[in-house]
């Protein structure tokens, strides 16, 4: 089983639309818990931590499920600038190490 | 956000040659710097650890000495690819973390090698 897995998509979607994306880990030791975002050819960006309690930032909401190691990524009001990869990324162990990041969910957004 | 710069941003070499890539931490103090790599349409995958002042840990399946990895201060680390082969070409992204909030990490704008 991969430590980090996500649907690949794509995921097509015209403006205005909420679409949520899934990703699930395999280490129960993950402390750290993040969506970055990737567009084409450039680094990854980070989008937003991931909280147990759950998190929203703006048309952003994160979720986190720490028992089923299940983490979520909703956005709303989707605008053509959204489109991306999404990289669902976990740390390997607590403390500062090692990102482990899943293949990426990539979003076009359409007018 | 923490700034994290690379240099070269691309590159274009010949078989056989080495290729120098540097990673700085531009507005703090890293003393841990990973290096990634990314082929087309894949997930970045981790190269290696880089320590401040110590050798670096690499992932399996890494060859230490093809990829020599130098985090001689706090601010810099560099991977030098040596003997380049045409299937090292990729995307090198080095990342430090820390900076602002801990556990967050901050990535370079990546390295394109392309190796003739």
């Known amino acids: 089983r991969k430590e980090v897995e996500q649907d690949p998509g794509p995921f097509n979607v015209p403006e205005g639309a909420t679409v949520a994306f899934n990703c699930t880990y395999s280490?129960?030791?993950?402390?750290?818990f993040f969506w970055y975002r990737q567009d084409c050819r450039k680094e990854p960006k980070l989008l937003m931590s991931v909280y147990s309690s759950g998190n929203e930032d703006g048309r952003f909401t994160a979720q986190l499920n720490r028992a089923s190691q299940y983490i979520s990524l909703l956005i709303r009001d989707s605008k053509l600038s959204d489109s991306a990869t999404y990289l669902c990324?976990?740390?390997?162990?607590?403390?500062?190490?090692?990102?482990?990041f899943g293949k990426g969910t990539r979003l076009s957004v359409i007018a | 956000g923490a700034v994290v710069s690379q240099h070269p941003s691309w590159v274009i070499c010949k078989s056989g040659t080495s290729v120098k890539i540097e990673c700085r931490s531009l507005d703090f103090q890293a003393t841990t710097m990973f290096w990634y790599r990314q082929f087309p349409k894949q997930s970045l995958m981790l190269m290696a650890t880089s320590n401040e002042g110590s050798k670096a840990t690499y992932e399996q399946g890494v060859e230490k000495d093809k990829f020599l990895i130098n985090h001689a201060s706090l601010t810099l680390s560099t991977l030098t690819v040596t003997s380049a082969h045409p299937e090292d070409s990729s995307f090198y992204i080095c990342s430090a973390g820390g900076a602002l909030k801990y556990l967050e990490q901050y990535f370079g704008p990546g390295t394109r090698l392309t190796v003739t």
């Open positions: 990324v976990v740390n390997r162990n607590s403390g500062n190490t090692p990102l482990v």
């Open positions: 280490n129960s030791a993950s402390q750290s």
